[in-house]
């Protein structure tokens, strides 16, 4: 296993107002509102010189990051069918493989990796010990489109989202599902509820640490939307949050959403309005995850690498 430790060069803007006008002459927002208040601005969040540094380029699809109570954190390469685990140490490893094509993850409170596996489109828990159990075979009969990512609260209830997206290896294959939609798993329960949202291909989904608040984002219609979450697990009060879709996200501790694309690790303050962009020098970043023992290391999956970078903030999860 080869392990890859250097600085990539990659652009961090900083002062709001030179971010505003480099994002205008760059077109990589063009559609959003970029924060002019100093207030909001990304001085903070990071040291002005921190850059991301690569840990590793080994892989071909990273995916998924979730990180437990330690810290570590443990990310997917799902073409490969493996879950790898990067330590607080810094040090990699495989944890799980084959692992029914995992993608998006998260821990629940009792130490159990959860897992969005497209293979069969199940929902499957990894136990401390690596015991997997499939929590989620299909919905009322028919097999999902395939579960992408996942958000648990705090009573072990799932939120997950299920796009469509045809996989090579269907070999024909046609969806046996209609819509693309966002559902709920209570529970101790094996049969998910169908939360009647309007979205088009929902993808990343996360909720506060409070449980009071979901985000979702609609990577077809480019948005992300946030709810309330009511006692019962229903969703109500859909807003637009923000009109960008992301593959992943995450939150900080100041309630800053960070989204994920072609250009890197968008962040957004808790009003919707852009305050940063971490480049990533790859084709696509995927996903994002604060891991370290002080949950203040952000972890990024992009293509086939992975990166890490020294925040002044820190994780909810």
Sequence with gaps: MKSISKLFAVGVWLSTAVFA????????ITHSTVATDSTYSTIGL???QTRPVQVSKQFEFTEGPAVDKKGNVFFTDQPNDAIWEYDTQGKLSKFAGPSGRSN??????????ISCADDNNELISFSPDKKRTVLLKNFEGHRLNGPNDLWVDA???????????????????KPDISGEKVYYLPSGKTEAQVLPIQVQKPNGIVGTADGKYLFVADIGANKT?????AADGKLTNQRLFTQQGSDGMTLDSQG?????????VYIYNPQGIQIGLIAIAEPWTANVAFGGKHKDVLFI?????????????????
């Design 21 to 28: 006008a480099q994002l205008q002459a760059s077109k990589i």
């Design 46 to 48: 990071f040291d002005a």
């Design 104 to 113: 998006g993850m998260y821990f629940d409170r009792k130490g159990n990796l």
């Design 155 to 173: 009573h072990g209830g799932i939120y997950f989202t299920d796009p469509l997206y045809v996989r090579d290896y269907w070999n024909g294959r």
């Design 225 to 229: 939307y946030k709810f309330d979450i």
């Design 256 to 264: 800053n959403v960070y989204l994920t694309g072609s250009k890197g």
């Design 301 to 317: 999956t992009a293509s086939k690498a992975v990166y890490t970078m020294q925040m002044k903030v820190h994780g909810i999860e």
